[in-house]
């Protein structure tokens, strides 16, 4: 019931493609695009005289808006938020990917401290202090009156 969205990373993000080519491009009019771009399901590009611009990625997102509600049935509304937990989840991907690379460099690290000739070999990382066995005597003061 429920499928994978798939939006092409390999598309370019250059902002180039004027409304019309991008239209014909996502197989829609260009007056669906500029609501998609109200509603804030595409964010296209803006060019210096204010028309719209957008990228192959953005024409790849369309095509997926157009079969989420042709084919699935689903309302614009149901879309945006499709669309915006996908990239919720990417953002999420790649923070993981991230972090288990600073991981595996502190695993590394912590091998190579622990591989080196020193006082912490094998041991440790935190110097731990030796005790002193001495004994102290403490003898309180007389007050001259006694």
């Known amino acids: 019931m429920y499928e994978e969205i798939h939006i092409s990373t390999e598309a370019s993000e250059a902002k180039v493609l004027i409304i019309s080519v991008a239209a014909r491009l996502a197989g829609m009019h260009p007056q669906t695009l500029r609501q998609y771009d109200r509603l804030g399901l595409v964010q296209?590009?803006?060019a210096g005289g204010g028309g719209r611009r957008?990228?192959?990625?953005?024409v790849a997102l369309l095509?997926?808006?157009?079969r989420l509600s042709q084919d699935d049935g689903v309302n614009l509304a149901g879309i945006k938020?499709?669309?915006?937990?996908?990239q919720l989840v990417g953002d999420l991907q790649?923070?993981?990917?991230?972090?288990a690379?600073?991981?595996?460099?502190?695993?590394q690290?912590?091998?190579?401290?622990?591989?080196?000739?020193?006082?912490?070999?094998?041991?440790?990382?935190?110097?731990?202090?030796?005790?002193?066995?001495a004994l102290v005597v403490w003898r309180p003061r007389r007050s001259p009156d006694k």
């Open 44 to 46: 296209p590009g803006r």
């Open 109 to 133: 690290r912590i091998a190579q401290l622990e591989a080196m000739s020193s006082p912490y070999a094998g041991r440790d990382l935190v110097r731990q202090e030796t005790h002193s066995t």
């Open 54 to 58: 957008y990228s192959e990625r953005d």
């Open 94 to 99: 790649h923070e993981v990917a991230e972090l």
């Open 81 to 86: 938020r499709i669309i915006g937990l996908e």
């Open 63 to 66: 095509r997926e808006v157009q």
């Open 101 to 107: 690379q600073q991981l595996e460099a502190a695993y």
